[in-house]
Every structure is written in C-alpha cells, then in structure tokens.
C-alpha cells in the first residue's frame, strides 16, 4: 500500500507560490515526512523533512498539519527551474527503506 | 571527491542475456539503494541494503538479483526474467537516518535490450 498521496500534476505561474498537496493519513508518530524533487533524469535532491512541527529553510516551507495525516511543500516564489517531478516521502524512525512512488509533476510557467 | 559511481552509463544488451550494473560508493555509507524509472513515471525500488551481507527486496525485485558483499558496492543483476527490462536505473546511497538529506544518487545507467 502507498504510504503518501499526491496530484499526479500542478501547474503553477513563475514567481507565485507553489503549494504541493502530500496525504500521508497513517503516518506514524515516529515517522518523517521528507521531499525531494528530480529534474529531468538526474537522481531527486533533498528539499525539506520534518516531524510535526512546520519548517523553512532556503528553498522551501514544509506545513504539516496537526494531526500529521497531510503535509504542504511551499516553494515561495516558483522559478522556471523549479519545473521538475516532486516527491513526498514517509520514513520509518528505524528503516532506511526510501520509496519515492510516483510524485507530482509541477510545471512552472512563464 | 565523495560519490557514487555507476557504470556503464549506457548499456544495450540483446533480449535473454543477463546483465549487471556496477555501483560504488566511497563515502562510507552503510544504506545502498537500486531504483528503476520508466519514462515519464517515477522511481520505484527494486533492492536495497542496510548493512554488508544484506538486502531487502522493494516493489519490483521479481527479474532483478543483488549482492552486498562490500560496504562499497551494491550491483544489479537484470535477469532474463525481467520481463520488459529497457529502462533507466538509479543507484543511491544513505548515511545517518537523522540527516535525511545524505542521501547520494549516481548519474544513473540507460539499459536497452534489443
């Protein structure tokens, strides 16, 4: 079973915020909610994770809500650059197990 | 430099042969990861490792065999069994659970079975 649920697709106009959705309804109160993001066919890249408590760093914010059952990745200011395959990640506190699944598609335009 | 090399980058093989993959690490990570990716779809995992001598199977290990027999290196082996093996393959690596962003991945190998 998918552990996380995202919108295939998401469009957003450059220089908007980009909102991406994640439903993570079972997540467990020892598990991590990470993104990363892949452009074109290059391995995807860390972004932001965090446990319950909401996150900012450089590239993003990460909104958790709070019964952890569904998390937004705001990217605050979308580039051209930022079009790529953008994934939401549950993590077991005690497994390195690292599924991606199929992630959403955000495409910025000009 | 630190990294993660797989190799070949592109490989084509003939319908029915194995083929392996390479992937070496020298940061001295004790997680290792393969992962395929169809065009336009997103990664699924075939194997992973935790530690030397171990491996779990992912979502897709049926057609697909690994070994870890040094902390630096993780191949895949494509079988025969695979049925439709023509893909894109991602090798990754994994240190401490608390920085999540350790993760490495290769450049990634192209197969193509003709």
């Known amino acids: 079973d998918a552990k996380t649920t995202q919108p295939p697709s998401m469009d957003c106009a450059e220089g908007r915020a980009a909102n991406l959705p994640c439903n993570h309804s079972?997540?467990?109160?020892?598990?991590?909610v990470y993104w990363y993001r892949q452009i074109h066919s290059q391995g995807p890249q860390y972004i932001i994770h965090?446990?319950?408590n909401n996150e900012t760093n450089e590239m993003a914010s990460l909104i958790i809500t709070e019964d952890r059952k569904s998390s937004t990745l705001i990217l605050p200011h979308a580039t051209l650059r930022d079009t790529a395959v953008y994934y939401c990640?549950?993590?077991?506190?005690?497994?390195?197990?690292?599924?991606f699944g199929a992630g959403t598609r955000l495409t910025v335009k000009p | 430099d630190g990294g993660i090399t797989q190799s070949p980058k592109y490989l084509f093989r003939k319908e029915g042969q194995n083929v392996t993959l390479s992937c070496e690490q020298n940061?001295?990570?004790?997680?290792m990861y393969w992962y395929r990716q169809d065009p336009g779809q997103g990664l699924r995992l075939i194997y992973y490792s935790q530690i030397v001598n171990d491996f779990q199977k992912g979502d897709i290990a049926e057609g697909y065999s690994v070994s870890r027999e040094k902390k630096e290196s993780f191949p895949l082996t494509v079988t025969s069994a695979q049925k439709n093996p023509t893909a894109f393959y991602l090798c990754a690596s994994m240190g401490q659970f608390f920085s999540g962003n350790t993760i490495y991945f290769g450049e990634g190998s192209w197969l193509t079975v003709v």
């Open positions: 079972t997540i467990s109160g020892n598990e991590y």
């Open positions: 990640i549950v993590r077991l506190y005690n497994n390195n197990d690292m599924r």
């Open positions: 940061l001295n990570h004790d997680a």
């Open positions: 965090g446990l319950k």
